[in-house]
């Protein structure tokens, strides 16, 4: 590691010491390396196990460009820095039911589900303590001033936020906002979110590890020029590399399953927000 960086705790997960470590250097990158940290960290499964030639020739770049990459960040290679995504896969292959029967486990004769739900709520508090923190009030207004612009918002969001722009989805409908969810119904989220011209906004919700379909529809759109703004948790998300504005919702665990409050606490202001900045009143039922 070059005497410029900051060491790196010895029992922090290899991935995010990966990530904390890109997001220190990445300002000085070179463009094309700059292009392969935003393709790693929108494909996190294709850069654990797509071969070198696959992974060059979807970021756009040459082989020898992700041993560049490897190297700029004090790996030997890109071997050694592929192993790392493969390690995260690792980490995060129990699925919920096994991590539910581990919060059980530890549950067992110390509270039970009261521990758990203390837990939850605990998870929930610092997430929205995070939230006050991060989001500026002049950011919430300028993001609520750039959706009450546009004709119709084009809502994305996959997999854990899809619960959260389908929340966006109803609260806009019940304040009289245009408002159309991209449901990948088919496959089809790409040609959903196609429709969306420059009078219209995208509003994008990911956050790591990044979901593809999100992060290419969010591009695709602000390089035809349309408003994009992103919910995301990071300035080296590749949300925040495609989008006008974006607003910082990053969320706390217990037992390896995440907090959902900030994203919901902030697409509810975000809407309310809207409805008063286009000039419409909150519909008293919205809560229904």
Request: proline share 5%.
């Amino acid at each position: 590691m070059s005497s410029g960086s900051q060491p790196q705790p010895k029992d922090r997960p290899e991935f995010d010491r990966f990530v904390a470590l890109l997001r220190e250097r990445r300002p000085s990158l070179p463009k094309r390396l700059k292009q392969v940290a935003d393709h790693a960290l929108a494909h996190l499964d294709d850069m654990a196990f797509g071969s070198t030639a696959q992974i060059a020739e979807k970021a756009g770049v040459q082989a020898s460009t992700l041993v560049r990459f490897a190297q700029a960040l004090d790996y030997s290679g890109f071997s050694e820095l592929q192993e790392v995504f493969r390690s995260r896969l690792r980490r995060h292959a129990a699925d919920h039911r096994a991590r539910l029967a581990a919060l059980r486990t530890a549950g067992t004769g110390s509270g039970g589900g009261a521990a758990l739900l203390d837990g939850f709520i605990q998870a929930s508090e610092a997430s929205l303590a995070q939230l006050r923190a991060a989001v500026r009030p002049d950011q919430l207004e300028e993001a609520a001033a750039l959706l009450a612009r546009a004709q119709t918002i084009v809502l994305v969001g996959a997999r854990r936020m899809f619960p959260v722009v389908s929340y966006l989805a109803y609260a806009f409908g019940k304040l009289g906002i245009r408002a159309v969810l991209v449901d990948h119904v088919g496959g089809l989220g790409q040609e959903q979110a196609a429709l969306a011209g420059p009078a219209d906004a995208i509003l994008a919700i990911s956050c790591a590890p990044y979901t593809t379909a999100t992060v290419e529809i969010a591009a695709a759109a602000h390089q035809r020029g349309i408003p994009v703004l992103a919910l995301t948790d990071s300035p080296l998300s590749p949300l925040a590399e495609n989008c006008d504005l974006w607003l910082d919702v990053a969320e706390a665990d217990f037992g390896a399953f995440r907090s959902m409050a900030a994203s919901f606490t902030l697409a509810m202001a975000l809407a309310v927000a809207t409805a008063e900045h286009a000039g419409v009143s909150a519909d008293p039922d919205l809560a229904g």
